[in-house]
């Protein structure tokens, strides 16, 4: 039994349906240090059935401050962290195979790759989440949503 819910969680949670998510949020995600480490933020705050919806509802007023408002909501999101990290690595694979995103390894960061303007689904929640983490540092990011890196 556990196989075939090993099965349909491996259909709903890989690297081709979630590739996009990355890549649209390091397409609209302002050059910085460390930027690689905000990856394994993007698939749970993406994929959460509140902040996903609050993400595609913002506008450009928003913030970090407003959209996640609610800090109980964001109860679960360490464990989201650590239970899609294996996904977050084989996306980050996957985007650079596709040159959807490049990596820059002095600054440990990820930007938009030269095949960016290739043909991806781009995901509006990932672009959203990219323009709000936009002009913040990877500290003030993961001190802010409570949780530590991995």
């Not at 099965?7 to 590739?19: D, I, R, S, T, V």
């Not at 933020?41 to 407003?66: A, D, E, F, M």
């Not at 800090?71 to 694979?93: N, P, S, V």
């Not at 990219?130 to 991995?150: C, Q, S």
Request: with cysteine; aromatic share 12%.
């Amino acid at each position: 039994m556990s196989s075939i819910v090993d099965a349909l969680y491996e259909l709903k949670y890989n690297p081709f349906e979630y590739g996009p998510y990355l890549a649209s949020f390091y397409t609209h995600l302002d050059d910085s240090e460390n930027s690689l480490l905000l990856a394994q933020l993007v698939i749970p705050l993406c994929s959460h059935p509140i902040y996903s919806q609050k993400l595609l509802n913002s506008n450009k007023r928003s913030s970090i401050w407003t959209v996640f408002d609610d800090r109980a909501k964001l109860y679960d999101l360490q464990e989201r962290i650590d239970g899609f990290q294996a996904l977050t690595e084989q996306c980050i694979q996957y985007c650079l195979i596709n040159d959807w995103v490049s990596i820059n390894e002095q600054q440990l960061s990820l930007g938009k790759g030269d095949g960016a303007d290739a043909v991806f689904v781009h995901k509006k929640s990932a672009e959203k989440l990219g323009r709000l983490f936009g002009g913040h540092t990877v500290v003030e990011i993961y001190a802010f949503l409570g949780v530590k890196p991995r």
